[in-house]
């Protein structure tokens, strides 16, 4: 299975504390997105970042990748009450037909 | 904007009633895929779909699944015959011209069976 598995499962913080979040997966890829998910909404895709990229930036959010150790995460600095939210990585299956979910990280971020 | 849009909203139906989950993924969009999310779990994939035929399915999507694009912007999902673990929020989501871009999700159908 290519399922990112992300770690923690749940992560509580203040406003203003920067968020990480980590996500493993099992086989090559050839990219890794992020998304968040708001309780009972869809999901919004955050960021996307490609097998031959180590860094990507999208405002306050900064995703990794470090293929040898086939792990992600993904930060958000200066959290707002808003970013409360459950987060997903997902990579594509081996055919890139599909995207794979992992379990994610619920975030709690509290004023 | 462009968006996914996905209809209804909310459907309930009975145990053994056939269902059918519309969606509209976005104009210039080629791939269409089908999710499934059990109430607290994950994301789960059901299939994918391009140039009019299924280009992936998981073990879930079996043979009381079907999809269809009836026309030049509906995606559709069927369940022929539902049974009460069918009971999810299910998501419609599009890409576009090449793999491995992001997918735009839908608002979700919450589909309950009793």
């Known amino acids: 299975s290519q399922q990112g598995e992300e770690d923690p499962q749940a992560l509580s913080i203040q406003e203003g504390e920067n968020a990480t979040m980590n996500c493993s997966y099992k086989t090559s890829i050839n990219n890794l997105q992020w998304y968040r998910q708001n309780s009972g909404r869809g999901l919004v895709h955050l960021i996307l970042i490609r097998s031959n990229e180590r860094e990507k930036h999208s405002g306050r959010l900064r995703v990794t990748l470090d293929t040898s150790k086939k792990s992600s995460s993904l930060l958000i600095t200066a959290s707002r009450a808003a970013d409360t939210a459950s987060y997903f990585c997902?990579?594509?299956?081996?055919?890139?037909?599909?995207?794979?979910f992992g379990k994610g990280t619920t975030l709690s971020v509290s004023s | 904007e462009p968006e996914v849009t996905q209809t209804p909203s909310h459907q309930v139906t009975q145990m053994g009633q056939e269902v059918i989950l519309r969606c509209v993924p976005i104009s210039n969009h080629l791939y269409f895929y089908w999710y499934r999310q059990i109430l607290g779990q994950k994301v789960e994939f059901l299939v994918s779909?391009?140039?009019?035929?299924?280009?992936?399915k998981s073990e879930i999507f079996d043979d009381q699944f079907s999809v269809e694009r009836p026309d030049g912007s509906n995606f559709t999902l069927k369940i022929r015959s539902t049974k009460l673990e069918d009971s999810a929020m299910y998501f419609c989501?599009?890409?576009?011209?090449?793999?491995?871009?992001?997918?735009?999700f839908g608002q979700g159908t919450r589909l309950t069976v009793v």
């Open positions: 997902a990579t594509d299956n081996q055919a890139g037909t599909a995207l794979i």
């Open positions: 989501a599009s890409s576009g011209d090449r793999r491995g871009t992001e997918a735009f």
């Open positions: 779909f391009y140039n009019n035929e299924i280009s992936e």
